[in-house]
Nanobody, 120 residues
Framework: QVQLVESGGGLVQAGGSVKLSCVAS????????MGWFRQVPGKERQFVGH????????YYIKSVRGRFTISRDNAKNTAYLQMNNLQPNDTAVYLC?????????????WGQGTQVTVSS
């Protein structure tokens, strides 16, 4: 069974840092790219960034570029989202996601999310 479990969220002051983890199981983690999204109540889920299967390439939306870093440890089946210089508008539930193949189908698995709250 494919599972993604995020952790590491919490309350942080503006300008602070948080590192989120996403532990994967039930699929060959090292062969899939991983994404991070965030969601604020009442708003659409927002793409934050992506990392390729081997960690060789990353992409970030403009608003987090230079502050957020996505990495992965394939030996630990874990993806990370390091967030620095956090601002109140970064407050959201952060979710990791993986599109994976199951037979001939492509499916998408989301983690349950972890709350990050940034106080001013």
């Amino acid at each position: 069974q494919v599972q993604l479990v995020e952790s590491g969220g919490g309350l942080v002051q503006a300008g602070g840092s948080v590192k989120l983890s996403c532990v994967a199981s039930g699929f060959t983690f090292s062969t899939y790219g991983m994404g991070w999204f965030r969601q604020v109540p009442g708003k659409e889920r927002q793409f934050v960034g992506h990392i390729t299967f081997n960690g060789g390439s990353t992409y970030y939306i403009k608003s987090v570029r230079g502050r957020f870093t996505i990495s992965r440890d394939n030996a630990k089946n874990t993806a990370y989202l390091q967030m620095n210089n956090l601002q109140p508008n970064d407050t959201a539930v952060y979710l990791c996601v993986v599109p994976y193949t199951s037979g001939t189908l492509t499916k998408v698995k989301w983690g349950q999310g972890t709350q990050v709250t940034v106080s001013s």
